[in-house]
């Protein structure tokens, strides 16, 4: 006998249904509690799918959130259903699944995926066969659910379709599926893509055996009418390229036919462009795809619409609404180092990659276009330009304002590929772009903004008032600009524009400083945070030039105003807090007058923040205990979640700014302070950020201030030697570095606890050049104030050590380091003998090294050479390269 619900039984489940939509949240409670009363009984199960299949009187959603409970109840229960309730839903499932309703069909649909996914495709032998069969229908309802429920199968269980436990069913699916990409309806066509896309990426044997086939099926529907056909089409060429990308190269030339078809079109391509081969595919197909892309770049209407583009009013009075604010996240202090030619690696981000459609959606057509622009620009470098170069005058000089903007792009897009060949053009094409800068449109003086700081290192290169004078000037005017776009524009890419030029900014400080305090009086919330960076950046790229007394009396009461008026509370702190931890590092001494209150400040931020984190981890085991939570956390819960650990990081981080910029100076102010016991704290912090941060501080206080609880302080740097995280690792390590230099003999007793590690770093293959350079600083220090105790390992790292070291600028940590690696060779000369030549290498990478190091590299190089004998140094500088000879020759004479 087939089950049939009792009539009681059922109105009781339906009112429990009907209840369930109510927003009462006493209700919400009761139908919960109910439900789980009701899950005692298995036939209850069986309600649930009755009304989903077989009661067609309900409305929609009360049948659908039948199946939806029923879902949940599998996903929880279904080991201990009964098998005569199993099979009652199993065989309701396959006999509805073309229900007229959508919504029904995809419920069904979900919940025979649910089925099978708790291990049931291979105890339902009949539902895959059945499914495939189901497609033939000629009930549109039967072969769209059935479809539907197969989609899901494959995303849930691909691997599975694909095995031996199944006997491979895909052998039967995937040619099944592929005669359906012409069938006559879009949402059939578009589920049979999509099915087969779930195995691409897999290269499932049964899809290579019809690779030829599924591709030319794939071109034919490029140009679909249907939206979601189109997106499946790309979605599965974007895959097939890191798949099959020799299958797709012949058939490229007819994907071009439809390149501007879509945004989806356009990512294909973007991906094309990224891959190893793409010279090769796409050298033939530049004539067509250029002027298509560059097409692309323009503004649609709705864009313009959006963007209000053609309302040119100014709008820097309106506040601005919340929501358009991104949240920020603070970028952990990184200790690096100087290197050959420029800074250490990690430099600002002044979101210079992207132009600058922030309020429209996230991605679009013309920044799809603009991004495989700049990546083929990088890919052809020059040899894209005879085909732009053509196309660009016309659009930069043209009349129509979008199109003159859409040029400005290209132009910005193109710069970092093709920089060499543009420079040519350069002084012709930048007085044009500064003069957009004054243009009518507040989108076209946005972008020309942006583009004008892709070219900045070439302006920098200039004489000073050829390029930098006038753009500067301009661009200054901009960031007072009335359109807050534009301000915003203009903010980063003057932004951009202070880390190339660095001190020949110097002359014009006092005009940038009266501009940017000026900004100050009048932005609103959003650009404010974006002025910080700019004067943060100003700061680090001027450095002590900014410590005059009048540039101080300009630029500190706005920004202590600021200070004074945010709470402890307001997001808005980090970026005022990382501001002003770059402006006390150029102050110097100019920044006393300011220090105390900011000081105490970050302390109490750091303490306030250890106190919250202490508090929400003991209602976290109270509640886990499953105890009375206490009362204050119950009646105001919001006040004890766990808090932002940034608010501490960022404070942090300024405090290491003060410990750089005052030195000597912070030493009365971490004496009056408990600094040292809430940084032991923090460095056992479970958030690596927090310890990242804590290292760089320590580093600082110990150069500026030594600190006294030494022994704590060592414990904890050594258990965060790991590199599994590298920041961390690596502002440890140079914290070491600095202690040692403090601690001199002193750190004898300490060197076991971390030297073993560090060998192991400067050992490890793929470690960042970064934390390369600190480790091998770092053992050298130790080898200077300990060279007994460091000395017998010297052959386990010189070899790294040296080639780590080879392109550090002269400075006073590699001077320290190498003067421990010569004491170090002193004890233990047999352990550099292997790799003597790296050494020699080493050496010969110093410009000026001071008189008594030059005279250590001496002894040790003519030592060498007595050694071996005349005859066996000939021989062994046979080795060097050229240079390396005549360097060693002239400066050591050896």
Not at 288 to 304: A, C, F, H, R, T
Request: net charge negative; aromatic share 8%; charged share 20%.
């Amino acid at each position: 006998m087939e089950w049939q619900p009792d009539e009681q039984g059922l109105q009781q489940v339906l009112q429990l249904l009907k209840d369930s939509q109510s927003p009462d949240t006493a209700t919400q409670r009761a139908v919960q509690e109910k439900l789980e009363q009701l899950n005692q009984f298995p036939d209850f199960n069986n309600y649930l799918i009755f009304v989903l299949t077989s009661l067609k009187s309900e409305d929609e959603p009360t049948r659908s959130l039948s199946g939806l409970i029923l879902k949940n109840n599998v996903k929880a229960h279904y080991q201990n259903f009964p098998p005569l309730v199993a099979d009652f839903i199993k065989r309701e499932c396959l006999n509805n699944i073309g229900d007229p309703s959508p919504l029904i069909r995809a419920t069904i649909g979900i919940l025979i995926t649910t089925i099978a996914s708790k291990g049931e495709l291979q105890t339902w032998p009949e539902l895959l066969p059945q499914l495939c069969n189901l497609l033939n229908s000629e009930d549109y309802n039967t072969c769209e659910g059935s479809f539907g429920a197969l989609q899901k199968i494959c995303e849930d269980s691909s691997e599975l379709l694909d095995s031996d436990a199944l006997n491979r069913p895909l052998n039967i699916m995937i040619p099944k599926f592929l005669q359906f990409f012409k069938h006559c309806s879009p949402k059939i066509r578009s589920h049979a893509i999509a099915c087969v896309n779930q195995f691409i990426s897999s290269r499932a044997q049964a899809l290579m055996d019809h690779i030829d086939t599924f591709i030319e099926s794939l071109f034919a529907l490029a140009g679909d009418e249907d939206c979601e056909v189109r997106k499946n089409v790309c979605r599965a060429l974007v895959m097939l390229l890191e798949v099959r990308i020799d299958r797709l190269i012949p058939h490229s030339t007819y994907m071009l036919q439809h390149e501007n078809v879509s945004l989806e079109a356009c990512e294909f391509w973007l991906t094309l462009a990224e891959q190893p081969v793409c010279k090769e595919a796409l050298s033939g197909h530049l004539v067509q795809l250029i002027p298509i892309l560059v097409n692309g770049m323009k503004y649609s209407e709705i864009d313009i619409i959006l963007l209000k583009g053609d309302v040119e009013e100014e709008d820097d009075t309106v506040p601005d609404s919340e929501q358009d604010i991104k949240p920020r996240f603070h970028k952990s202090r990184t200790v690096t180092l100087q290197h050959e030619g420029g800074e250490g690696e990690e430099g600002e981000d002044h979101d210079d990659d992207d132009d600058d459609d922030d309020t429209l959606s996230d991605w679009n057509l013309r920044k799809c276009s603009a991004a495989a622009l700049d990546v083929l620009a990088n890919v052809f470098r020059d040899e894209l330009l005879p085909h732009l170069l053509p196309l660009l005058k016309g659009l930069l000089f043209h009349p129509d304002w979008v199109v003159k903007e859409s040029g400005i792009l290209v132009l910005g897009a193109i710069a970092e590929g093709c920089m060499q060949g543009m420079v040519p053009y350069l002084p012709e094409l930048m007085p044009h772009l500064i003069q957009c800068l004054c243009d009518k449109k507040a989108l076209v003086r946005s972008i020309a903004c942006w583009t004008l700081s892709r070219y900045a290192h070439w302006v920098v290169s200039q004489p000073p008032d050829s390029h930098l004078k006038p753009l500067m000037t301009e661009l200054l005017k901009r960031i007072l600009d009335g359109n807050k776009r534009v301000q915003e524009a203009a903010c980063s890419a003057f932004a951009t524009l202070e880390e190339e030029a660095c001190t020949e900014l110097v002359p014009y400080l006092s005009f940038i400083l009266d501009t940017l305090v000026f900004a100050f009086g009048k932005y609103q919330h959003k650009n404010l945070l974006i002025l910080y960076d700019a004067i943060g950046t100003l700061a680090d790229s001027v450095g002590h030039h900014l410590n005059q007394p009048e540039y101080i009396e300009k630029l500190m009461p706005p920004l202590i105003a600021k200070w004074n008026e945010l709470k402890d509370e307001d997001k808005d702190l980090f970026p005022l807090l990382e501001c002003l931890s770059s402006v006390a590092t150029a102050l110097q001494s100019g920044f006393l007058p300011y220090c105390e209150p900011v000081y105490q400040r970050c302390v109490t931020l750091v303490q306030k923040t250890l106190a919250q984190a202490m508090l929400s981890l003991l209602v976290f085991d109270l509640n886990s205990l499953s105890l009375t939570s206490p009362q204050m956390y119950s009646q105001q819960p919001d006040q004890y979640e766990a808090p932002d650990k940034d608010f501490m990081i960022v404070a942090l981080d300024l405090l290491s700014g003060l410990a750089e910029g005052l030195g000597g100076h912070v030493d009365q102010l971490v004496s009056r302070s408990n600094i040292m016991t809430l940084l032991f704290q923090c460095m056992q912090d479970t958030m690596p950020e927090v310890r990242q941060s804590s290292f760089a501080l320590l580093g600082d206080l110990t150069k500026a201030c030594f600190p006294h609880s030494i022994i704590l302080l060592m414990l904890s740097i050594g258990t965060n030697l790991n590199p599994e995280f590298i920041s961390v690792c690596n502002n440890a390590t140079w914290a070491i570095g600095e202690i040692c230099m403090q601690m001199g003999v002193e750190m004898q007793p300490y060197v076991s606890l971390v030297l073993n590690q560090l060998v192991e770093i400067i050992n490890r293959p793929n470690t960042p050049k970064t934390l390369l350079e600190n480790t091998a600083i770092t053992i050298g220090r130790l080898g200077y104030v300990c060279p007994q105790e460091v000395a017998p390992m010297l052959q386990q790292f010189i070899r790294p050590w040296c080639t780590s070291l080879r392109n550090i600028r002269d400075n006073e940590e590699k001077d320290s380091a190498f003067r421990g690696i010569c004491m170090m060779i002193g004890v233990n000369p047999g352990g550099v003998v292997q790799d003597f030549i790296f050494f020699c290498d080493a050496v010969a990478s110093w410009v000026s090294p001071k008189d008594d190091l030059r005279d250590m590299f001496y002894k040790i190089l003519h030592g060498f050479k007595d050694q071996v004998g005349e005859e066996n140094w000939q021989q062994f500088s046979e080795q060097f390269p050229p240079q390396l000879k005549e360097r060693l020759s002239a400066c050591y004479g050896v």
